[in-house]
């Protein structure tokens, strides 16, 4: 493996926003916010609207999720 092309692989705190779960994973992505994990530790956190935790296909439930107002903007630009 070449060296300094490859990005940094660490711990990662996502929080799904629409569900209020929280999980901790590795991953390359880069954030600038951080949150205490329960060990204590500091790690970078990455808000999501949609994970296993909130997605319908996996809870079962219908569950709707218009944080954007996408609904909104389709209805209108596409009102009859």
């Excluded at 296993?52 to 996408?70: E, M, Q």
């Amino acid at each position: 493996m070449k060296k300094d092309i490859h990005p940094e692989y660490r711990e990662v705190i996502f929080h799904d926003t629409s569900s209020d779960e929280k999980f901790m994973t590795r991953s390359t992505i880069s954030t600038s916010e951080t949150m205490a994990w329960e060990d204590g530790k500091e790690y970078p956190l990455v808000k999501v609207e949609v994970s296993s935790a909130s997605h319908p296909f996996y809870t079962g439930k219908k569950l709707f999720v218009d944080t954007a107002g996408r609904v909104e903007k389709f209805n209108k630009k596409y009102k009859k």
